[in-house]
Antibody, heavy 115, light 112 residues
Framework: DVQLVESGGDLVQPGGSLRLSCEAS????????MSWVRQAPGKGLEWVAN????????YYVDSVKGRFTISRDNAKNSLYLQMNSLRAEDTAVYYC????????WGQGTVVTVSS | DILMTQTPLSSPVTLGQPASISCRSS???????????LSWLQQRPGQPPRLLIY???NRFSGVPDRFSGSGAGTDFTLKISRVEAEDVAVYYC?????????FGGGTKVEIK
């Protein structure tokens, strides 16, 4: 089965850091772009970042540029999101999704930024 | 950034009746490669989103044929031919033609 499993979400204080992981299985991970999308409580979907299959291109939404870094390890079939200088407005469920078409989604991991 | 505007915000529908959702983009979604990267996603309560339609009108694997997408340029529509109870969800349009990827605000389909 094609599957994405996120982990790493937690409660963190403003200004803190967190690293999210997404483990892929059931498909050739190294062949696909990958995306992070988030959803604040009771709100809609917001694309956060994506990365080309070989890691050579990365794109970010303006609100996270300079604070978040997307990366991947194709040998481990894993996608990452390093989040620094976290703010209350970063509180959300973070989903990883396959491709720019986002055709496969994980169940999400919850990030709460609060003192 | 490309702004995606969905209407209506909410759509109460009788079971077995059709439903239609509109999505308008602030600029053409035709990519340089000739494709139009407009997708529709469904998010049922408490669930992650699920891809329904990609490139305007292509149903993703396992999506029932009562879901259809149409449109071109800046105007797009998702239609459900006969709404079933399991279709209660929020529906989002999404453009992947230009980064940043952007989503519509969502349309809630509920049963009357």
């Amino acid at each position: 089965d094609v599957q994405l499993v996120e982990s790493g979400g937690d409660l963190v204080q403003p200004g803190g850091s967190l690293r999210l992981s997404c483990e892929a299985s059931g498909f050739t991970f190294s062949s696909f772009w990958m995306s992070w999308v988030r959803q604040a409580p009771g709100k809609g979907l917001e694309w956060v970042a994506n990365i080309k299959n070989d890691g050579s291109q990365k794109y970010y939404v303006d609100s996270v540029k300079g604070r978040f870094t997307i990366s991947r390890d194709n040998a481990k079939n894993s996608l990452y999101l390093q989040m620094n200088s976290l703010r209350a407005e970063d509180t959300a469920v973070y989903y990883c999704a396959r491709g720019v078409t986002v055709d496969i989604w994980g169940q999400g991991t919850v990030v709460t930024v609060s003192s | 950034d490309i702004l995606m505007t969905q209407t209506p915000l909410s759509s109460p529908v009788t079971l077995g009746q059709p439903a239609s959702i509109s999505c308008r983009s602030s600029q053409s979604l035709v990519h340089n490669d000739g494709n139009t990267y407009l997708s529709w996603l469904q998010q049922r309560p408490g669930q992650p989103p699920r891809l329904l339609i990609y490139k305007i009108s292509n149903r993703f694997s396992g999506v029932p044929d009562r879901f259809s997408g149409s449109g071109a340029g800046t105007d797009f529509t998702l239609k459900i031919s006969r709404v079933e109870a399991e279709d209660v969800a929020v529906y989002y349009c999404m453009q992947g033609t230009q980064f940043p990827v952007t989503f519509g605000g969502g349309t809630k389909v509920e049963i009357k």
